[in-house]
Antibody, heavy 126, light 110 residues
Framework: EVQLVESGGGQVKPGGSLRLSCAASGFDFTSYSMNWVRQAPGKGLEWVSSITTGSTYIQYGDAVKGRFTTSRDNAKNAVYLQMNSLRAEDAAVYYC???????????????????WGQGTLVTVSS | QSVLTQPPSVSAAPGQKVTISCSGSSSNIGNNYVSWYQQLPGTAPKLLIFDNDKRPSGIPDRFSASKSGTSATLGITGLQTGDEADYYCATWDGSLSNVLFGGGTKLTVL
């Protein structure tokens, strides 16, 4: 059974940092690109980042570019989201999601997120 | 304001059919694949449709989708109260270099 389990969420002050982790199991982690998607309270879904199998392509949404860094450790079946310079508008549930495919020809995610974690809540408040 | 436009809400009676539209442009829907997600209250999203019109295993054929030009449509037939959820479309935007989600549509089964 495919499982994605996020951790690392919590409360942080504006300007602070947080590192989220996503532990994957039940599938060949090295064969899938992974993504982070967030959802602010009462709001819609917002794509945060994508990372390909060998970390060749790492992409970010405009709202987090330059502040967030995505990485993965294929030996540990884990993907990470380092969040720096956090703002109030970054407060959200952060989901880890597996992409069913990746368009290497275009260098872009297919956005076919077929497995999701339960999410981890990030609160940004002074 | 989302680049992909969905109606905020739709409603229909049990057993009926409903469609949810997702309107974009040539830089996103027009030249990329569309996916659809169902998010039941308090849960993570679930992939309903990928590659414009394909259902993952386990998704009933009551759910269907199509794409034409710069718009996509999700259809749900034989509505059940358990279908009450938020529905999102998504695709890549080549101009913005971002994955885009529609603003979401809340389905009410009356």
């Amino acid at each position: 059974e495919v499982q994605l389990v996020e951790s690392g969420g919590g409360q942080v002050k504006p300007g602070g940092s947080l590192r989220l982790s996503c532990a994957a199991s039940g599938f060949d982690f090295t064969s899938y690109s992974m993504n982070w998607v967030r959802q602010a309270p009462g709001k819609g879904l917002e794509w945060v980042s994508s990372i390909t199998t060998g970390s060749t392509y790492i992409q970010y949404g405009d709202a987090v570019k330059g502040r967030f860094t995505t990485s993965r450790d294929n030996a540990k079946n884990a993907v990470y989201l380092q969040m720096n310079s956090l703002r109030a508008e970054d407060a959200a549930v952060y989901y880890c999601a597996r992409d069913r495919s990746y368009n290497f020809l275009r260098g872009s995610p297919m956005a076919w997120f077929d497995s999701w974690g339960q999410g981890t809540l990030v609160t940004v408040s002074s | 304001q989302s680049v992909l436009t969905q109606p905020p809400s739709v409603s229909a009676a049990p057993g009926q059919k409903v469609t949810i539209s997702c309107s974009g442009s040539s830089s996103n829907i027009g030249n990329n694949y569309v996916s659809w997600y169902q998010q039941l209250p308090g849960t993570a999203p679930k992939l309903l449709i990928f590659d414009n019109d394909k259902r993952p295993s386990g998704i009933p054929d009551r759910f269907s989708a199509s794409k034409s030009g710069t718009s996509a449509t999700l259809g749900i037939t034989g509505l059940q109260t358990g279908d009450e959820a938020d529905y999102y479309c998504a695709t890549w935007d080549g101009s913005l270099s971002n994955v885009l989600f529609g603003g979401g549509t809340k389905l009410t089964v009356l």
